[in-house]
Every structure is written in C-alpha cells, then in structure tokens.
C-alpha cells in the first residue's frame, strides 16, 4: 500500500522558516527518488525539490539557495527545510516521488502561508 503523509507546514512571516516532513512507505522510498511539490492557488503543481536514492539533489530556481531536501532511509522520511520564506512561497506542499505516481497516489499535502 502506498502511502504519503506530509506535516510540518503553518503560516510564517516573510523571511521565517519551516520544515516540513514526509513520511512514506517503504516500497516507494527504497527504490525511488522523491521529491517535494508544492501547488499554488490558480497554479499548477511544480517540483521545487528533489532527492535521489543516493542522495543528490537538484530544486527549482525559484528555492535554490532557500530551500534544503533531505532523506532519513532509517525513517523512510523525506524533509524539506525552508528558510528565508516569501510570500511567493505560499502553497500546499506535497512530497511524492520522482517522476511522480499516478493520480489517486498524493497525500494530503501541508499548507504553507508566507505572510505578514
């Protein structure tokens, strides 16, 4: 069974930070890459950031330098560290793999709001 289930996220103030979390099981994390998407109101879901099995990674130029993905395979548990928060930001985030699984397999998603 297939399972994503993201936390972590709130509302911030511009310039503040927040880590979000995804656990996953542990079928997909073990032989994929995952990634955090995030999809805005009005935008399509974008990838911001990616992980492989190894553990190079690759984001978005929008988060480059901002925005820090990480993987714990003891936990089967991706992070996403995100620091000097826009406005811009402000999303749902959700984690999936990469390329991502088929409709039917996202998980809630954690909402994001960068606001003063």
């Known amino acids: 069974q297939v399972q994503l289930v993201e936390s972590g996220g709130g509302l911030v103030q511009p310039g503040g930070s927040l880590r979000l979390s995804c656990a996953a099981s542990g079928r997909i994390f073990r032989i994929n890459a995952m990634g955090w998407f995030r999809q805005a109101p009005g935008k399509q879901r974008e990838l911001v950031a990616q992980?492989?099995?190894?553990?190079?990674?690759n984001y978005a130029d929008s988060v480059k330098g901002r925005f820090t993905i990480s993987r714990d395979d003891t936990k089967n548990t991706v992070y996403l560290q995100m620091n000097s928060l826009k406005p811009e930001d402000t999303a749902v985030y959700y984690c999936?793999?990469?390329?991502?699984?088929?409709?039917?397999?996202w998980g809630q998603g954690t909402q994001v709001s960068v606001s003063s």
């Open positions: 999936n793999t990469v390329p991502h699984l088929p409709p039917g397999y």
């Open positions: 992980i492989t099995r190894l553990g190079m990674t």
